[in-house]
């Protein structure tokens, strides 16, 4: 064998017996090689095909195609079979196994998702059986369907389903212990095993859950047995009759690893559920065990090599990894198409883009082929090579799968329009965007300009508009109180509506004080939106946040007596309402008086409110408040040394007294109380207007615009309030 430096040698354990490996060496008869990889005619140098070539898919978790949602699209069932067809057509002798976790991203599900995963898993298990899948391993979340119903699935479509260690009431296995499959003289067992408690395959938002699988068979009247007595049984079964080994394994790596470590007869362990660690393939005992990504973004392939020198038996043998010939070759292939692809988009990228990108892949080629021939010749002997083929949007796609994937939406829609119900929309709770237009009109005509108002759309221009997996993020009131729980009436909740960041607005529209209740409309925190920007959709949204939320953010509501006709009327309504109470509630009244622009019946309200409590520090401010805004600057400051007095750290307070002070004119002083007030409150931009506008009146107009602008570098979203002002001093306005 080479002793190039760079290749990974690994020994090998020595059982007792003949070699399995060594057996298949020996059973080995030629196979059929074409040398050629996927997109072999552009290879720089062919690879000398191998003896035995498994392709396994593991994880997907239903995702029949990529979330539309989910930047720089990967995977999908048209990727996934475009490669499985290259890497038959080049080994014509390919295994394809699945491992587990096909259907399904959940242990239980409710029974509208059930519904959908049915005719979603009779459509992709069809797939791969035209893909000529020879089996697939029990995944724990496969088990969100029912036992029935994935026995009626695999005999329909011919697709064995292996576990060799869940059993029902009466000890049998539901499901079937192995099978044997031959290749070119090669006889190949195949067996799965199912773990009782696993970690998720992958962690949600960096919260990885724990699966309780064997309470959840228990659920289903199942029992998931010891894995170590399983595979001794099923072992002891296949070892004899067969010259190589593997076990589609849905234990997880640490199991994985014991189960390696176990039993070196095994020639592969693989499967998904990394456990959240990152390395995909290690030597255990001299068995590789493989691990596999997620949602189909990655087509896995384990290739071997088999020779008489290869004895496990002996002690002396050595497994060669060739992994990183054949991830050259891979990269290769891949950026070869991506130079293609590129090309292709040339006039639709435009010169610049086109460029730039064009740059990028022909580096990434470049790269590819100079590890190609810094590797040199692959080395000879036993050896064997784990790689991923990346599926990523240039990734060929399959008309057939594609048609698949089309099938399933159509079916998906006629299912649930079939004797759908009416709209209930609008409810008590959600009445709709429009509702708000009379008096948020600037808000309503801002929302229409953003994607939330179009967030529907893109999911009926890919058919996805009655998908339950999807029409949450695209919505309000999906399956909550007063919304609606059928996919197929959603009319009237369409879009990411007021009602996603401010709470169902129902309850606010009633009108008179429930306009103004804060219990009734709410502002939902910014974990709200990470529901749905969530590491998976989203996995930039949390370090882009500050930057995107204004793009959603609506315009702040109109100075006191500014907005609409019906705004200033609901504002009237709600202060004379508030004044008609049994206990009239005096503080909101002069607030909504002074919203309305009415300043003489505000300041009327906040004084009948002092006098039934003139001690209390917050009436004091609010009729300081008042009374600078209605010109009684003497009287307000005097109220305000009284509060300052007793709380010299009030930063309303200073604002105020700022206020006042700038109103008489006395500017020197007015500077200083700013001063106060801005350092107590640096983010409200009415003091940084104070002190702009009395640095302005002592003469200091470049001292109030440098003020100005790095308050607006600080917090541009304050432009609406001081921008008039900044362009003023610069006379620009």
């Given at each position: 064998?080479?002793?190039?430096?760079?290749?990974?040698?690994?020994?090998?354990?020595?059982?007792?017996?003949?070699?399995?490996?060594?057996?298949?060496?020996?059973?080995?008869?030629?196979?059929?090689?074409?040398?050629?990889?996927?997109?072999?005619?552009?290879?720089?140098?062919?690879?000398?095909?191998?003896?035995?070539?498994?392709?396994?898919?593991?994880?997907?978790?239903?995702?029949?195609?990529?979330?539309?949602?989910?930047?720089?699209?990967?995977?999908?069932?048209?990727?996934?079979?475009?490669?499985?067809?290259?890497?038959?057509?080049?080994?014509?002798?390919?295994?394809?196994?699945?491992?587990?976790?096909?259907?399904?991203?959940?242990?239980?599900?409710?029974?509208?998702?059930?519904?959908?995963?049915?005719?979603?898993?009779?459509?992709?298990?069809?797939?791969?059986?035209?893909?000529?899948?020879?089996?697939?391993?029990?995944?724990?979340?496969?088990?969100?369907?029912g036992v029935e119903a994935l026995q009626d699935l695999s005999a329909r479509h011919g697709v064995p389903?292996?576990?060799?260690?869940?059993?029902?009431?009466?000890?049998?296995?539901?499901?079937?212990?192995?099978?044997?499959?031959?290749?070119?003289?090669?006889?190949?067992?195949?067996?799965?095993?199912?773990?009782?408690?696993?970690?998720?395959?992958?962690?949600?938002?960096?919260?990885?859950?724990?699966?309780?699988?064997?309470?959840?068979?228990?659920?289903?009247?199942?029992?998931?047995?010891?894995?170590?007595?399983?595979?001794?049984?099923?072992?002891?079964?296949?070892?004899?009759?067969?010259?190589?080994?593997?076990?589609?394994?849905?234990?997880?790596?640490?199991?994985?690893?014991?189960?390696?470590?176990?039993?070196?007869?095994?020639?592969?362990?693989?499967?998904?559920?990394?456990?959240?660690?990152?390395?995909?393939?290690?030597?255990?005992?001299?068995?590789?065990?493989?691990?596999?990504?997620?949602?189909?973004?990655?087509?896995?392939?384990?290739?071997?090599?088999?020779?008489?020198?290869?004895?496990?038996?002996?002690?002396?043998?050595?497994?060669?990894?060739?992994?990183?010939?054949?991830?050259?070759?891979?990269?290769?292939?891949?950026?070869?198409?991506?130079?293609?692809?590129?090309?292709?988009?040339?006039?639709?990228?435009?010169?610049?883009?086109?460029?730039?990108?064009?740059?990028?892949?022909?580096?990434?080629?470049?790269?590819?082929?100079?590890?190609?021939?810094?590797?040199?010749?692959?080395?000879?002997?036993?050896?064997?090579?784990?790689?991923?083929?990346?599926?990523?949007?240039?990734?060929?796609?399959?008309?057939?799968?594609?048609?698949?994937?089309?099938?399933?939406?159509?079916?998906?829609?006629?299912?649930?329009?079939?004797?759908?119900?009416?709209?209930?929309?609008?409810?008590?709770?959600?009445?709709?965007?429009?509702?708000?237009?009379?008096?948020?009109?600037?808000?309503?005509?801002?929302?229409?300009?953003?994607?939330?108002?179009?967030?529907?759309?893109?999911?009926?221009?890919?058919?996805?508009?009655?998908?339950?997996?999807?029409?949450?993020?695209?919505?309000?009131?999906?399956?909550?109180?007063?919304?609606?729980?059928?996919?197929?009436?959603?009319?009237?909740?369409?879009?990411?509506?007021?009602?996603?960041?401010?709470?169902?607005?129902?309850?606010?529209?009633?009108?008179?004080?429930?306009?103004?209740?804060?219990?009734?409309?709410?502002?939902?925190?910014?974990?709200?939106?990470?529901?749905?920007?969530?590491?998976?959709?989203?996995?930039?949204?949390?370090?882009?946040?500050?930057?995107?939320?204004?793009?959603?953010?609506?315009?702040?509501?109109?100075?006191?007596?500014?907005?609409?006709?019906?705004?200033?009327?609901?504002?009237?309504?709600?202060?004379?309402?508030?004044?008609?109470?049994?206990?009239?509630?005096?503080?909101?009244?002069?607030?909504?008086?002074?919203?309305?622009?009415?300043?003489?019946?505000?300041?009327?309200?906040?004084?009948?409110?002092?006098?039934?409590?003139?001690?209390?520090?917050?009436?004091?401010?609010?009729?300081?408040?008042?009374?600078?805004?209605?010109?009684?600057?003497?009287?307000?400051?005097?109220?305000?040394?009284?509060?300052?007095?007793?709380?010299?750290?009030?930063?309303?307070?200073?604002?105020?007294?700022?206020?006042?002070?700038?109103?008489?004119?006395?500017?020197?002083?007015?500077?200083?109380?700013?001063?106060?007030?801005?350092?107590i409150m640096p983010d409200d931009w009415t003091n940084a207007r104070l002190l702009a506008e009395a640095?302005?009146?002592?003469?200091?107009?470049?001292?109030?615009?440098?003020?100005?602008?790095?308050?607006?570098?600080?917090?541009?979203?304050?432009?609406?309030?001081?921008?008039?002002?900044?362009?003023?001093?610069?006379?620009?306005?």
């Amino acid at each position: 064998m080479s002793s190039d430096s760079s290749l990974h040698r690994l020994p090998v354990a020595t059982p007792s017996g003949p070699s399995r490996a060594a057996r298949a060496g020996v059973a080995l008869t030629a196979l059929a090689a074409t040398g050629a990889l996927v997109l072999g005619s552009c290879d720089p140098r062919q690879a000398e095909s191998s003896d035995l070539r498994l392709l396994y898919t593991a994880t997907l978790d239903g995702y029949i195609e990529p979330c539309g949602c989910t930047k720089g699209k990967t995977g999908g069932i048209d990727r996934i079979a475009a490669a499985v067809r290259a890497n038959r057509a080049d080994h014509p002798g390919t295994l394809f196994i699945d491992a587990g976790d096909l259907f399904s991203d959940a242990l239980r599900v409710d029974d509208l998702k059930r519904e959908q995963l049915l005719i979603k898993a009779d459509e992709m298990l069809g797939m791969w059986a035209e893909l000529g899948c020879e089996a697939m391993g029990l995944g724990d979340l496969d088990l969100a369907l029912g036992v029935e119903a994935l026995q009626d699935l695999s005999a329909r479509h011919g697709v064995p389903i292996l576990c060799a260690n869940l059993f029902d009431a009466d000890g049998q296995r539901p499901f079937e212990q192995s099978i044997v499959l031959e290749r070119g003289g090669l006889k190949i067992g195949v067996f799965s095993l199912l773990g009782r408690r696993m970690q998720e395959a992958y962690a949600k938002d960096n919260t990885p859950e724990i699966l309780l699988v064997q309470r959840r068979a228990a659920e289903l009247g199942l029992e998931v047995g010891p894995w170590h007595e399983a595979a001794a049984e099923v072992i002891a079964d296949l070892a004899p009759r067969t010259d190589v080994l593997l076990c589609a394994s849905h234990l997880g790596v640490k199991v994985n690893r014991q189960l390696a470590e176990a039993f070196p007869e095994l020639d592969l362990v693989f499967g998904g559920h990394t456990d959240n660690e990152p390395n995909p393939m290690e030597i255990i005992a001299g068995t590789p065990v493989t691990s596999s990504g997620i949602k189909g973004s990655r087509l896995n392939r384990v290739d071997f090599w088999f020779d008489s020198a290869y004895r496990k038996s002996e002690g002396r043998g050595e497994l060669a990894d060739v992994s990183r010939w054949i991830d050259a070759q891979i990269s290769y292939d891949v950026t070869a198409n991506g130079i293609v692809m590129v090309e292709g988009r040339r006039a639709s990228l435009g010169e610049a883009e086109w460029r730039n990108r064009a740059t990028g892949v022909h580096q990434a080629n470049r790269g590819a082929q100079e590890l190609i021939e810094e590797l040199g010749e692959m080395p000879g002997g036993g050896r064997f090579a784990f790689t991923t083929v990346p599926l990523a949007m240039s990734a060929h796609r399959d008309e057939r799968a594609l048609q698949v994937i089309s099938n399933y939406h159509d079916r998906l829609d006629d299912h649930w329009q079939a004797g759908a119900p009416p709209s209930n929309h609008p409810t008590p709770r959600f009445v709709g965007p429009e509702s708000c237009y009379g008096c948020h009109t600037e808000q309503y005509e801002f929302w229409k300009s953003t994607q939330h108002s179009r967030a529907f759309a893109t999911l009926a221009a890919t058919r996805q508009h009655t998908d339950v997996e999807c029409i949450g993020c695209h919505t309000v009131g999906w399956e909550q109180a007063r919304g609606f729980d059928h996919p197929a009436a959603s009319a009237g909740f369409e879009n990411v509506q007021c009602a996603a960041c401010h709470g169902a607005g129902g309850p606010h529209v009633k009108g008179g004080l429930s306009y103004f209740d804060r219990q009734r409309l709410i502002d939902e925190p910014p974990s709200t939106c990470a529901k749905c920007h969530n590491d998976e959709h989203d996995p930039r949204f949390k370090s882009d946040f500050a930057q995107r939320l204004p793009r959603v953010t609506c315009p702040p509501m109109p100075l006191a007596g500014g907005g609409s006709g019906p705004l200033l009327a609901s504002y009237r309504e709600g202060a004379e309402l508030a004044e008609s109470l049994d206990a009239p509630d005096w503080g909101l009244s002069s607030q909504l008086w002074l919203m309305a622009g009415e300043t003489s019946r505000s300041l009327d309200a906040a004084r009948t409110w002092s006098e039934q409590d003139p001690r209390n520090q917050v009436i004091k401010a609010n009729l300081a408040e008042k009374l600078v805004v209605a010109g009684e600057y003497a009287e307000s400051l005097v109220l305000v040394d009284e509060i300052l007095d007793r709380q010299p750290s009030n930063g309303r307070a200073w604002t105020m007294k700022a206020a006042a002070l700038l109103g008489l004119g006395e500017n020197e002083a007015s500077l200083e109380a700013g001063r106060e007030a801005y350092s107590i409150m640096p983010d409200d931009w009415t003091n940084a207007r104070l002190l702009a506008e009395a640095a302005a009146a002592l003469g200091d107009r470049m001292g109030a615009v440098d003020l100005l602008r790095a308050h607006l570098e600080r917090r541009p979203m304050d432009e609406e309030y001081l921008g008039a002002l900044l362009a003023s001093l610069l006379g620009t306005d």
